[in-house]
């Protein structure tokens, strides 16, 4: 599939709450419903890298290892698409970019995983 026949694709954002055992079942889930695109938050995955699922190229960003499952957030990117991934770059364990090349320049991908107010300590 080529990225300019995507300008009309599905995409999608989860929090997740963990992603644990949940991987296969969002794999498939996303791929039944079409999504090209998703951002996965509070993915408590931890250390950065890709992999290969089924139907997907995915990109994470998480904490350490040395650090209780938290935050984390994850960038799904369908099969079809993901020979286009023309950059990605792990901020920090709340952000992550990539970038898919298209014949008119590139398409952003930015994925954020923002706690609410409560539980960032902010009043």
């Keep these: 599939m080529d990225v300019e026949k995507v ?3 599905k ?4 929090n997740i709450r963990g992603l644990e055992e949940k991987e296969e079942e969002l794999d498939k889930t996303l791929n039944e419903n079409n999504i ?8 408590k995955k931890e250390l950065q890298g ?9 990109i994470y960003s998480g904490v ?3 650090t209780t499952g938290q935050s984390g957030v994850i960038i799904w990117i369908h099969k079809s698409i993901s020979n286009k991934i023309d950059h ?3 901020w920090n364990d709340r952000v992550i970019e990539t ?7 590139h398409l952003p991908i930015l994925g954020v995983y923002a706690m609410p107010r409560q539980k960032a300590g902010m009043n």
């Excluded at 898919?100 to 320049?105: D, N």
């Design 99 to 105: 970038r898919l090349k298209t014949q008119r320049g």
């Design 7 to 9: 300008l009309r694709f």
């Design 88 to 90: 990605y770059k792990f």
């Design 64 to 66: 350490d290892r040395h």
């Design 50 to 58: 890709t992999k290969e699922t089924k139907h997907y190229t995915v």
């Design 11 to 14: 995409y999608a954002t989860w």
């Design 36 to 43: 090209k695109i998703s951002v996965i938050t509070e993915s």
